[in-house]
């Protein structure tokens, strides 16, 4: 089960962190991905990290403001977002992949076998 959380409010340019909860599975053995999806637009990868947090990957219209970090000992996922912008408004989602071996397939959702519930994230201008 994956919960996540931090969603909220904020001015352009400000800063969010949001956190990814896991429970009931070994969490070491899950990449973790989040995703978001706007109102009208289609579900788009955000970043996403590998089991022990060593290769991050990350959206180009993200790079530079969101960071992924990920402790296995808490069993949480953290996305720092930075300089946010309006379009950055949108429902996000985490996810954990339990066969993805390469980063190359970190941005495909098709790869995720489980999802939390979204957080809603609203930047205004």
């Known amino acids: 089960q994956l919960q996540a959380s931090g969603g909220g409010l904020v001015q352009a340019g400000g800063s969010l962190r949001l956190s990814c909860a896991a429970s009931?599975?070994?969490?070491?053995?899950?990449?973790i991905g989040w995703f978001r999806q706007a109102p009208g637009k289609e579900r788009e990868f955000v970043a996403a990290t590998s089991r022990f947090g060593t290769s991050p990957y990350y959206a180009d219209s993200v790079k530079g403001r969101f960071f992924i970090s990920r402790d296995n000992a808490k069993n949480t996922v953290w996305l720092q977002m930075n300089s946010l912008k309006p379009e950055d408004t949108a429902n996000y989602y985490c996810?954990?992949?339990?066969?993805?071996?390469?980063?190359?397939?970190?941005?495909?959702?098709?790869?995720?076998?489980?999802w939390g519930q979204g957080t809603l994230v609203t930047v205004s201008s």
């Open positions: 996810a954990a992949a339990q066969n993805i071996y390469s980063s190359s397939r970190y941005y495909r959702d098709s790869e995720y076998n489980y």
């Open positions: 009931g599975r070994p969490f070491s053995s899950y990449v």
